[in-house]
């Protein structure tokens, strides 16, 4: 580590989990290095959520390895900048279309900015980092961490004092799914309020607009993220059009500093539910 | 992010612990990731000490392709009470490491 603290319990902690760390490692390498291959051993250290330590053994690659590699969401990023219009505002019809055939072409599903006569008031806005939402009565903050990464990373986020729009996401701990974790995780506030129509047909829009999946994507970067509407939001006057948790801001690049950025936002038209939330990669054309 | 073995391992209190600490968001990364690569390392300890020599590399290969389901039916099938044993294993170092947090809760 490149910092240095000055704090004693962190000193202690430190030095004594990077010793039983090293011990850990040591281990593993004398009791199975000799029944594998070390280029398998690599693989499982390769395998390892972080690697904050031991140096990991560089396995020889192809060309065809190495290519798989690159990040082509830089290439979209460069293709969308032809696209996007340099001030934050809504998109005129012709912009919508090429940036729509774009992304459908770059990610392999259907993007879409109308479905069933509903659209949102903009595809093109500001977006603000959000707090964690409760899940379940009697959730809290700890529980929504898979790992202590994931506390280090998102944990101060907070979470927010309300429910979302649609009140909790289950209706006990014991109905949590893996889908319903990944719906809080990749959730965005959608200022549906402000959807032309939305006053005259409140209920069709609620259940229109509950868990609706959409892809954001940061047009500066390229990094895309699936996420559903899990709440309505933000308030005009903040100045921003839509809110993200703190995974979808980590997972637009936008998860530091002031947590706030220009994104490109459209329904993601998927009737057999076959697209995973989360953070999303172009399809490799290699 | 989620792990194949996140479910049989109970991380909640030692992040309450490290909650009440004061902590750099980078000093709690860092501790964040010793304990992931620790735990890590452990389980698949725990799993390798079960599976003959033939089956280790298999194992390797499922875990590099991050498939979940593909490896716990190939654990299933190897070894008897595989949850039961990487739980005790993982069990183990989380005793380890909240005795730790209570050591450093010492030194503030």
Redesign the interface.
């Known amino acids: ?1 490149k ?1 240095k ?1 000055k ?4 000193e ?3 030095k ?3 010793a ?2 090293r011990v ?2 040591e ?2 390498w004398a ?2 290095a000799k ?3 070390l280029g ?2 690599g ?2 250290l ?8 031991t140096p990991i053994t560089t396995l020889a690659q192809s060309r065809e390895d190495i290519l798989k590699g690159f990040d082509q969401n830089v290439l979209l990023a460069e293709q969308l900048g032809q696209q996007v219009p340099k001030e934050v505002k809504p998109l005129e019809l012709r912009e919508e279309s090429a940036i729509l055939s774009l992304l459908s072409q770059n990610f392999g599903f259907k993007v879409r900015a109308e479905i069933d006569s509903i659209r949102l008031n903009r595809n093109y806005g500001l977006i603000g980092g959000e707090q964690h939402l409760y899940r379940y009565p009697g959730d809290n903050l ?2 929504h ?9 998102y ?2 986020a907070g979470i927010a004092p309300g429910l979302g729009a649609w009140g909790y996401f289950a209706n006990s701990k014991q109905e949590l799914s893996e889908l319903i974790k990944l719906r809080e995780k990749y959730y965005l506030a959608i200022q549906t309020f402000l959807v032309p129509g939305y006053a005259e047909n409140v209920d069709k829009f609620r259940n229109f607009f509950k868990f609706r999946k959409m892809l954001v994507v940061n047009p500066k970067t390229g990094q895309a993220v699936v996420a559903v509407i899990g709440d309505a939001g933000p308030a005009q006057w903040t100045g921003k059009h839509l809110g993200g948790s703190p995974e979808v801001m980590d997972a637009l690049g936008l998860g530091t500093g002031s947590r706030k950025g220009a994104v490109l936002y459209f329904f993601i038209d998927d009737p057999k539910d076959e697209v995973l939330l989360g953070p999303i990669k172009v399809r490799s054309q290699v | 992010m989620k792990q194949w073995y996140s479910h049989l391992v109970e991380i909640e209190l030692i992040i309450i612990e490290l909650d009440k600490m004061e902590l750099s968001k980078e000093e709690k990364l860092h501790l964040a990731h010793l304990i992931n690569s620790s735990l890590h390392h452990v389980v698949c300890d725990a799993v390798l000490s079960q599976l003959q020599d033939k089956d280790k590399a298999l194992f390797i290969r499922h875990l590099h392709e991050d498939n979940h389901d593909k490896i716990w039916k190939f654990l299933n099938e190897k070894v008897d009470g595989i949850e039961a044993k990487i739980k005790r294993a993982a069990d183990d170092l989380t005793d380890e490491l909240k005795k730790d947090l209570k050591e450093a809760k010492k030194l503030r």
Not at chain 1, 7 to 10: E, G, I, K, Q, T
């Open positions: 580590m910092f603290s704090r004693p319990h962190y202690y902690l430190r004594k989990w990077i039983r760390h850990i490692q281990k593993i009791k199975h029944h594998l291959a398998s051993l693989l499982l390769l395998a390892a959520p972080h690697q904050p330590i700890y529980a961490a898979d790992s202590t990464v994931d506390w280090a990373m944990g101060s």
